[in-house]
């Protein structure tokens, strides 16, 4: 027998874990799946078992996830962490979703779909990206969350973005020394642009003391700072020893040991893309998202999407964006009343806040060496191994779009099934046939998600004890 909730939640961070409070909190029942061991999402990940979760060394917007853990686990909220979500199946009413956990296959039916799986880190392709040795600095905060692992050794850190400086700061609060800093952001220019936006830096100062102190904290601990950084490459024998790259107009070659490069991150959208939702190109943020609506409601009815899944605005957007989703789906069914209208209307007012805020940060901090054009010699996929030159023979062939370009190379066809190489092959496919990347799309995403044998398919849903495994918090 399938277990049947009002609201499925697919993502244990802030938006999901606000969202399902407020659905309980009004009578809703409500699941809660997501694939880490643990809630708290990628930005408090580790917090709850992780070797930070008494220390404030990671520093204070670490630990403010605590609240917002502990308001789940006191909720009537049925939970399923460590689920490796792989299919899911609308109707005009609702929907199915089926995943694996514990080494079994599971289903479970909603009435509402309220999608909160966050973002990924832009991928940054250049000669030697690939090498072991460099890695994102969002993998690399990830390591020290769950593992307390940082890297050792002469470090540099390149790119740019407010999870950069933060994670320089903490690696200095930990006695970890980094060897220099190479910013790819457009200096004066940048500025100038994000000046331009001058009104939403004034609603949100408290942010621009907070990034004036990460780099405060850079400018004392003296690590040397390269700015205006471009052509980017790393090279080394087994793994990385050296990193070259010019800095306003000069070339340089420094040797390090580990290099960790970051230019922001974009949107998830592979769960949104495999159930049909309409995407947009969103110029602003040099990425693919969702289109909604001021509530969150995608093109498929029943189907929302927030947090930073929805698009950029970060960890204080997130629960808002939720909470306003979560009021539009109780007025729907008639069940919103005083509390959650006041909900809402507190929501509304923070996203305001911070959306407000993005342009400046997104002006400031541009993508640089992501959306510049690789070389022949830089790989494209990962995991296929296709080469900027194979790629680009391939589209003098005829390959205009992503999916010829899988049909001819191969790319996009390895265990990651697109997710890292689906934006480089677009910008590049752009880049070459002189079109605009919202013309481009991306790869097609079909359903299975994850790895699942024909077996488990076959008997998803039909075993009673298929539904153990979950849980209420508490």
């Avoid at 909730?5 to 407020?22: E, R």
């Avoid at 061991?37 to 070797?51: C, F, T, V």
């Avoid at 966050?118 to 090498?131: L, N």
């Avoid at 009021?327 to 305001?352: C, F, K, N, P």
Wanted: aromatic share 4%; proline share 5%.
């Amino acid at each position: 027998m399938i277990r049947a909730f009002d609201l499925c939640v697919v993502g244990g961070g802030p938006a999901g874990i606000a969202a399902s409070v407020m659905a309980v909190r009004q009578g809703l029942s409500v699941v809660l799946l997501d694939e880490r061991p643990n809630a708290g999402g990628q930005i408090y990940r580790g917090l709850e078992q992780g070797p930070f979760r008494n220390s404030a060394a990671l520093g204070a917007d670490y630990r403010q996830g605590e609240d917002a853990i502990a308001r789940l686990r006191a909720a009537e909220v049925t939970t399923c962490f460590g689920a490796s979500l792989w299919r899911i199946d609308m109707t005009e009413t609702g929907g199915e979703v089926s995943y694996s956990h514990d080494g079994k296959s599971q289903r479970l039916a909603f009435t509402d779909l309220l999608l909160a799986n966050g973002a990924i880190e832009r991928p940054v392709p250049f000669e030697g990206w690939t090498m072991p040795g460099v890695m994102g600095i969002g993998a690399a905060q990830l390591l020290l969350k769950t593992s307390a692992i940082v890297p050792t050794g002469r470090i540099a850190l390149a790119g740019n973005g407010p999870l950069m400086l933060l994670f320089a700061s903490q690696l200095l609060r930990l006695g970890v020394e980094i060897t220099a800093i190479l910013d790819t952001s457009p200096g004066k220019i940048g500025i100038a642009a994000a000046f331009a936006h001058l009104p939403g830096l004034l609603r949100n100062l408290d942010k621009v003391s907070k990034g004036l102190r990460l780099m405060r904290d850079i400018s004392r601990a003296g690590i040397p700072v390269h700015r205006n950084v471009s052509s980017l490459s790393a090279s080394g024998h087994g793994c990385v020893d050296a990193v070259r790259f010019e800095a306003d107009g000069a070339e340089h070659h420094l040797e390090v040991d580990t290099l960790l490069v970051h230019e922001g991150i974009i949107p998830n959208t592979q769960l949104p893309r495999a159930l049909g939702c309409a995407h947009v190109w969103d110029d602003g943020q040099k990425c693919l998202r969702p289109q909604i609506d001021r509530f969150g409601e995608s093109s498929i009815s029943h189907v929302y999407i927030v947090g930073d899944g929805a698009a950029i605005n970060g960890a204080i957007a997130a629960p808002a964006s939720a909470e306003i989703a979560v009021g539009r789906i109780l007025q729907r069914i008639g069940r919103h009343d005083e509390r959650s209208l006041a909900t809402v209307r507190r929501a509304s007012t923070v996203l305001a806040r911070e959306r407000a805020f993005r342009p400046f940060l997104d002006a400031l901090y541009p993508p640089r060496v992501s959306v510049a054009s690789p070389s022949d010699q830089t790989i494209i996929c990962r995991c296929e191994e296709v080469s900027g030159g194979k790629l680009r023979s391939a589209i003098q062939d005829g390959a205009i779009g992503p999916s010829q370009a899988k049909a001819f190379t191969r790319c996009g066809m390895g265990a990651c099934q697109g997710r890292v190489c689906g934006p480089i092959v677009s910008q590049l496919i752009a880049t070459e046939t002189d079109r605009p990347i919202g013309e481009i799309g991306t790869y097609t995403v079909r359903f299975p998600l994850k790895p699942v044998t024909v077996f488990d398919m076959a008997r998803c849903g039909r075993d009673e004890e298929l539904t153990e495994g979950h849980e209420h918090a508490d």
